[in-house]
């Protein structure tokens, strides 16, 4: 139970710069999670950009280094983060493996296509290195109470399930999906302990108009599942409406209302829809429950990660398929 060295690759926004953003719930970045833990200890960081080794390095107080594969073998890190551009997480996971390195938490998604991300999903295989996945909301409160609800049949059946990922004006629908659709689809297979399966698209994906459409089923239960990714709004917004035979329950950012079926106020011998009381778990631990997840991988070395590669994997999996393949896409 000492403390735990941990070392960050890629020292941008998600690794550390969130963190002055008055807003988001804290931590709501790698470094501010390690911290808050009271377990970890930041042993150092590493970048290409000497600007953010030198700011990163004033703020933690930890040493900066330009080489990922130098940096491993000096501060030698129980817990790596890869914080890097997707492109690179195969390269910097195979680092882990080879010098290694018990857990590494690996930033989404889990590589740019599925090939790569296929090589990971082998190199957690190996048992060398377990890999936690930030698809943070497997760790966040108010999401697990969802997974239970649906679960326990809290509202009777599950019936339908609808994703819905607006990122403002212009975002390409391809590039949505294949970084924020990611957290999208796994939060999906979280809440449902299942996985979808693609049938068809309507839209054009590689657009950045309108909206396109994605029609699937959950593999398990034959249930319906739509996507709905769409451009020209001026807001974000990311949802998970499920519906069941007695119930509805909506949560996303911002977003967290339980519905139950009851005699209709509005229309005799019907039934609607009335609110549930419910208070959005506060914090969510959104981030603190991912670098929780790491430490307990680090102390029981036969734990089994509860967002593994293979998990990630299946998120692109569904990409892939509504993107026609992941091959052509230009990450941005």
């Known amino acids: 139970m000492g403390t735990i060295p941990a070392a960050i690759i890629g020292l941008g926004r998600i690794a550390s710069l969130l963190e002055d953003d008055p807003l988001r719930e804290k931590p709501c970045t790698h470094a501010g999670a390690l911290v808050a833990s009271g377990r970890c200890a930041i042993t150092g960081g590493m970048d290409r950009e000497a600007d953010r080794r030198r700011s990163f390095s004033r703020r ?34 195979r680092l882990a493996v080879r010098e290694s390195v018990p857990v590494v938490i ?44 649906v679960m326990r049949e809290q509202f009777g059946e599950l019936l339908s399930v609808r994703g819905i990922l607006y990122f403002g004006k212009t975002a390409r ?37 309108s909206t396109v459409y994605v029609h699937g089923t959950l593999k398990g239960r034959s249930i319906p599942v739509v996507l709905e990714v769409g451009a020209g709004r001026d807001f974000l917004h ?29 229309y005799t011998g019907y039934r609607s829809l009335a609110p549930q009381p419910r208070i959005v778990p506060s914090p969510t631990g959104y981030f603190s429950g991912m670098v929780q997840e790491a430490i307990r991988l680090v102390d ?33």
């Open 106 to 149: 690996c930033e989404k998604p889990l590589a740019h296509n599925l090939l790569s991300a296929r090589r990971i999903v082998r190199l957690e295989r190996s048992g060398k290195s377990r890999v936690v996945v930030n698809h943070e909301r497997r760790f966040s409160r108010d999401y697990r109470l969802v997974r239970d609800a």
């Open 238 to 266: 990311l949802e998970t409406e499920l519906t069941f035979s007695a119930g509805r329950i909506r949560v996303g950012n911002g977003i967290f209302s339980w519905e139950r079926s009851e005699k209709s106020p509005y």
């Open 60 to 93: 933690w107080n930890t040493p900066a280094f330009d080489d990922a594969r130098a940096m491993v073998r000096a501060v030698k890190p129980q817990i790596l983060v890869i914080a890097s551009d997707p492109e690179s997480h195969t390269r910097y996971v």
């Open 173 to 209: 629908h391809d590039q949505v999906l294949l970084h924020d659709g990611t957290h999208l689809i796994d939060a999906i297979h979280y809440v449902c302990d299942d996985r979808i399966g693609v049938t068809r698209r309507v839209g054009n994906v590689r657009s950045s108009d």
């Open 300 to 332: 029981d070395p036969r734990g089994r990660s509860r967002s593994s590669a293979a998990d990630a994997w299946e998120a692109l999996r569904v990409v892939d398929r509504a993107c026609g393949g992941m091959s052509s896409l230009v990450l941005r």
